[in-house]
């Protein structure tokens, strides 16, 4: 596509319930990330995916968080138990290669309210 | 891991310019990048250092000194619509692959009358 686009761009849901925020690169982007971002802070790191793998998944915050991106294109975010410090905005973002100057294309983000 | 630094927040007047400072420490640096985030909205890239110097694009330009860990986003003939937070990131090389952009805090830059 044209952009990064994520879905839903705003998710209200109830403490413990399980919450899946997608995104989809820009096509050819073999590079995708995942941010989090409470108000007033820059994007806290989550996960990166080069291709279909995870090649650093050392920001997740804990077990409840997990990703995929099964063909390299697409990603999933899944949140399970969902708690109120999980509410956010969940930005992916993607890039065209490991070894190009690295610029990160944002999506608009998936706004997550957990009550 | 890494420790980026930056001023939280400051103001400037319409037309002048401003000089907004970003310090890390980190491990495999492959880059310093710069981006502005307008509220609401995803962040949206400026500029990219991965060697010493200036690098000049219009009215924005950045500074990277590596071995002081040390970098600037200096933003001229400031205009109202430049109020926005502007977020220092430092990419670094993973050991099995690719990179790592990590993001300052931002500096929320405020431009007034």
């Known amino acids: 596509g044209a952009g990064v686009s994520q879905t839903p761009s705003n998710k209200v849901t109830e403490k413990g319930k399980y919450v899946e925020l997608r995104c989809d690169p820009i096509?050819?982007?073999?590079?995708l990330y995942w941010y989090r971002q409470s108000l007033g802070q820059g994007p806290e790191f989550l996960i990166y995916?080069?291709?279909?793998?995870?090649?650093?998944d050392s920001g997740l915050p804990n077990d409840r968080f997990f990703a995929v991106r099964p063909e390299g294109s697409v990603s999933t975010l899944k949140i399970q138990r969902t708690e109120r410090g999980d509410s956010a905005v969940y930005l992916c973002a993607s890039s065209l290669s490991r070894d190009n100057t690295g610029e990160l294309f944002f999506g608009e983000g998936s706004r997550l309210t957990v009550l | 891991g890494q420790n980026i630094d930056q001023p939280t927040e400051m103001t400037a007047t319409e037309g002048a310019i401003v000089q907004i400072n970003c310090t890390y420490q980190?491990?495999?640096?492959?880059?310093l990048f710069w981006y502005q985030q307008h509220a609401g909205e995803a962040p949206t890239f400026l500029s990219y250092n991965v060697l010493d110097g200036l690098e000049e694009k219009g009215r924005f330009s950045s500074f990277l000194s590596r071995s002081k860990g040390y970098s600037y986003l200096l933003l001229k003939e400031l205009q109202m619509k430049d109020s926005a937070s502007y977020l220092c990131?430092?990419?670094?090389?993973?050991?099995?692959?690719?990179?790592?952009?990590?993001f300052g805090t931002g500096t929320q830059l405020k431009v007034e009358l």
């Open positions: 096509s050819g982007h073999t590079a």
């Open positions: 995916f080069q291709g279909t793998g995870a090649a650093d």
């Open positions: 980190t491990s495999g640096f492959n880059g």
């Open positions: 990131a430092v990419r670094a090389r993973l050991t099995g692959g690719g990179n790592k952009l990590t």
